[in-house]
């Protein structure tokens, strides 16, 4: 298994968690440091302490076209599965052993995403339906109590988490692809800066016919949400003018796919309407 983690400006300190959570994992080939705030400080502080740890500056054309140069530095090193992983993720060892193990017990898997829970255990409701406009935009600008409804049912909020769906939604904080899908389905597209690309390239996983998307919870993550976007304004443009290319890419209102992909993850997940 490959490894890669996309950084803007963090400190070692910051990443610390992530990074000995994949350096403690026996399973790991390689684990790239994406840079996206250039060659900075990060690069030294990494030789001094990792120098096991291939450290790669970018240019910041976004989260998914940092992760696309170590997907295919991994492609090309003949790799099998490849994680990405967010900085304000950490887990247990062990926990990759199993995610790479439940690959190779299940071949057509493309892509799964682990239960993820909050630092005091909480659950995190990251495998979801595909959202509407109304989701994506209702959930941010109007109050909680006029969508609270429908919010729990894009979440799936009633459906049985400890048994494995498969989803069209899965949150990119920690994806683990298997490369073969990719090689397939395309790797993340760079048209989205941050945020949907997440939730393109797990419906384009999905929408596959050779491979499965899957929520699992036999392996378990714990996601720090750092929630940027509700925390600044320009994060929160960022994800705003993403979101509105995502549906010019997929439809407005009119996405086929989307409703068709939708009624069966809800029927998958054991959900009744």
């Known amino acids: 298994m490959t490894v890669s983690l996309v950084t803007y400006r963090h400190p070692l300190e910051k990443i610390r968690p992530i990074v000995e959570s994949v350096m403690r994992s026996a ?88 239960k993820t829970v909050y630092p005091d255990g909480t659950m995190q409701y990251n495998a979801k339906l595909l959202p509407t406009p109304l989701d994506s935009f209702g959930r941010r600008f109007l109050p909680k109590s006029w969508t609270a409804r429908r919010n729990a049912r894009y979440e799936l909020r009633a459906a049985d988490h400890e048994k494995p769906f498969d989803c069209g939604y899965l949150c990119g904080c920690f994806l683990v692809f298997r490369l073969d899908c990719l090689k397939e389905v395309g790797l993340f597209d760079e048209r989205f800066f941050m945020y949907p690309e997440d939730i393109d390239i797990s419906r384009r996983v999905y929408a596959s016919a050779n491979w499965r998307s899957v929520y699992w919870s036999g392996a378990t993550v714990v996601h720090a949400h750092e929630k940027a976007s509700y925390k600044s304004l320009k994060m929160l443009r960022v994800h705003m003018w993403n979101l509105f290319k995502y549906y010019c890419k997929w439809g407005w209102l009119l996405d086929a796919e989307r409703r068709r992909i939708n009624r069966e993850v809800w029927a998958a997940a054991n959900m009744v309407k």
Do not use: W
């Open 27 to 114: 399973c790991v080939e390689k684990f790239t440091v994406i840079d996206n705030s250039g060659d900075g400080p990060l690069r030294g502080e990494l030789a001094s302490e990792y120098p096991q740890i291939e450290y790669v500056p970018a240019d910041n054309r976004g989260f998914g076209a940092a992760h696309n140069l170590a997907i295919r530095r991994a492609m090309a090193a003949g790799a099998k599965v490849h994680a990405v992983v967010n900085p304000d993720i950490y887990f247990n060892a062990g926990t990759l052993e199993k995610i790479d193990a439940y690959f190779v017990a299940n071949p057509d898997v493309g892509l799964v995403m682990p």
